[in-house]
Every structure is written in structure tokens, then in C-alpha cells.
């Protein structure tokens, strides 16, 4: 069983991996809200989503970025992002998801996204949690 869902896996059927348990439902909300609405430009394997480019050859302009690899918290940041379309409001359209649904996706990115670093055995990575927050850019204009 565990050799047949692995070769699901590989396969693009790939399942939110997130527990869907009452204690972690809004993050499960977010992880699914992700997967409809972020998934064609951004990577977040919890969401099981490939949006992200793998190979900059072949990027296209609206590939996001890759939230596996990349940290995203706190969730304040994640709602600006939500609410202005990234942080340059060039490409990302803005309020893909609004009010609880932007809470509940900004909450599901904070907390996992970044988490393939910290199981990385590349010398030298830093776990997200350990990695300064960015400022968050002021509003263009
Ligand atoms: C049409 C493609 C597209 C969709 C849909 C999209 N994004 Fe993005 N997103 C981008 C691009 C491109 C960037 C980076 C460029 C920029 O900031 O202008 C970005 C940037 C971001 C950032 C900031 C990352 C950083 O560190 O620069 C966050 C957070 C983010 N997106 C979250 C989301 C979430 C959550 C959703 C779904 C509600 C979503 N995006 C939907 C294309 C998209």
C-alpha cells in the first residue's frame, strides 16, 4: 500500500497533506483554499500544489514563488501579500481570497511554508523559523 501511494504520488495525484483534525481544521481549510487558488503559480507540496517553476529555462512570468523552499510568516505578511498581490502588486493578482479565507490561507503558508529547508541536509541551511522576517514594503504610491 505504502509502494502504491508513493507511485500516486509521482504521479500528480498528490494529496493535501495536512491533518484534517479539529484542533488543525483551519489550517486544513487553508491548505485546500491553497490548492484551489494559489496552485497554478505556486508550489507548496502541503497543498500538494506545482504552480512554481522547477526550471528557470522555462519560468514563466507569473510563476510565483516556491513556498516549500521559501519562508513565508508571519501571517501579517502572508494577508499583505493576499490582500496586494505579492509585494510588488506586479503580477500576483490581489484578493484572490478574502476575510476568514485569506486568514485561513495567510495562517496554513506561516506555518508551512519553508519546511523543506528544515529537513534539509544541506550543510549550512537554516531552519525558517531561525531566519529574519523581512520588512514588509510600503504601499506603492
Ligand atoms: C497568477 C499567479 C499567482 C497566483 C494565482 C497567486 N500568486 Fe502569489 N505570487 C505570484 C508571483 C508571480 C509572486 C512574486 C512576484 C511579486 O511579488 O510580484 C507572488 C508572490 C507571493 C507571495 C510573496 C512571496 C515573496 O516572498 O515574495 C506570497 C506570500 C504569495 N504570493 C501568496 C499567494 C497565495 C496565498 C495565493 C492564493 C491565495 C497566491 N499567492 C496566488 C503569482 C501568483
Known amino acids: 500500500m505504502i509502494a502504491v ?16 483534525t479539529a484542533a488543525n481544521r483551519p489550517f486544513y481549510e487553508g491548505a485546500v483554499l491553497f490548492s484551489q487558488r494559489c496552485a497554478g503559480c505556486h508550489t507548496l507540496s502541503y497543498a500538494a500544489t506545482h504552480g512554481s517553476a522547477s526550471n528557470v529555462r522555462t519560468a514563466q512570468a507569473n510563476n ?3 513556498f516549500d523552499t521559501r519562508c513565508e510568516r508571519p501571517v501579517t505578511r502572508v494577508l499583505y501579500a493576499i490582500e496586494n498581490g ?13 476575510g476568514k479565507q485569506a486568514i485561513d490561507v ?3 503558508v506561516a ?3 519553508g519546511r523543506e529547508t528544515e529537513t534539509s541536509d544541506t550543510p549550512g541551511s537554516v531552519p525558517c523559523m531561525d531566519k529574519p522576517i523581512g520588512a514588509i514594503p510600503p504601499p506603492p504610491g
Open 106 to 108: 495567510a495562517e496554513f
Open 5 to 20: 501511494s508513493a507511485l500516486a504520488a509521482a504521479c500528480g495525484t498528490e494529496r493535501i497533506s495536512v491533518p484534517d
Open 64 to 66: 510565483g514563488p516556491n
Open 86 to 98: 505579492g509585494f510588488s502588486g506586479a503580477i500576483m493578482p490581489q484578493n484572490v481570497v478574502v
Open 111 to 113: 506555518k508551512y511554508a
